[in-house]
């Protein structure tokens, strides 16, 4: 069942993959309106926001695509018509959702997502306010509660070193492993403006990654950290994740490492690696992929608890071409702080 909906729609895509001081780089471009099926939501979208994955999948290469390809994976909208097997939302539901890397993204005003790995929008955020989590909220979620295996019982008080902190999965990272599971929070950043962000959303202690941050952490007395949450350039930290991490120890990486890394540095304390990549349920339709629908409605009652708040610290609008490319060049820059949303059409 759904409401009269137009045939085509506004996206923005490419079919060429170009630096993005190109304007050919992103193109404001028009599409048929998609059609949700089985478990899928045909969302019509107000906001997006613009993650590293993006500018990582539009990276300059030869390829050329025969039809346009449309990139985003992070969205707010409103249900305005659902497939035959939906069961947990209706047509007029607000929700947000990342998305799957293996369908057409959310730079598009309608798209279709799975149900499954869709979560009502947090009741207390605007749609820019909300559209700053999915992507984020999902993998911070993923990595600290499922991967490091942190839990409120058995972590209260642990130590939890978090490298590249200040970004967007760092920002929700902080304040989960803080305010949820009752860590100690250590966070790198390199920055004062940086620095400060990490502060004010709950870090204990901030170090510099650009620096000695082993020497910075053991000068306050702490010869080891019981998790290590990587967000940044795995293999340039990896010795000194491999040696600070605690005897019996997780780490979580969720950069791919720019060079190979050494796993016997951790054989002989017994410690562990594990990867977190929030894409790997919708890629392989696991069983248990519902289990996104489930950590983004906690994250929404989190945040209308107030017990943790947006990481959205910029927004550009509308959504179209320049404004993607505008975002695009600054997460390329590698200096963002939270995230970059854009809203309206
Ligand atoms: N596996 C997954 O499922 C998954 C999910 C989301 C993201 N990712 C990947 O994870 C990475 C982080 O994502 P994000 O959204 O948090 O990125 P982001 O927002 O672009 O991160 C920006 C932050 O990176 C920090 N940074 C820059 N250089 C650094 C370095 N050498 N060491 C440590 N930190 C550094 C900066 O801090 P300063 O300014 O203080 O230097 C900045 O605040 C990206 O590579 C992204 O593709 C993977």
Redesign the pocket.
Known sequence: MSQSLPETMKAVGLKTYLPIADENSLLDITLPVPKPQGRDLLVKITAVSV???DT?VRSPKSKVEENYRVLGWDAVGKVVAVGDDVELFQIGDEVYYAGDITCPGSNSEFQVVDERIAGNKPKSLSDVEAAALP??GI?AAEGLFERLEISEEKSKGKVLLI??A?????SIAIQLAKQIAGLKVIA????PE??DWCRSLGADLVVN??QDFTKEIRSQGMQFVDYIFC???TA??WSAMADLIIPQGKICS??EPEANIDLNLLKSKSASFT?????TRSMYKTCDMIEQHKILNRIADLIDRQQIKTSLNKVLSPINAANLRLAHAE?EA????G?IVLSDW
């Not at 790198?188 to 920055?191: N, P, Q, V």
């Not at 990867?275 to 894409?279: D, G, K, V, Y």
């Open positions: 993650n590293p994955v990582k992507l984020t993998t490298i590249g200040a970004g967007g999965v760092g790198t950043a390199s920055r940086s620095a990654h650009q967000l940044n350039t340039a930290h969720i950069v990867w977190e990549f929030m894409f997460i590698g200096a963002t702080i995230k």
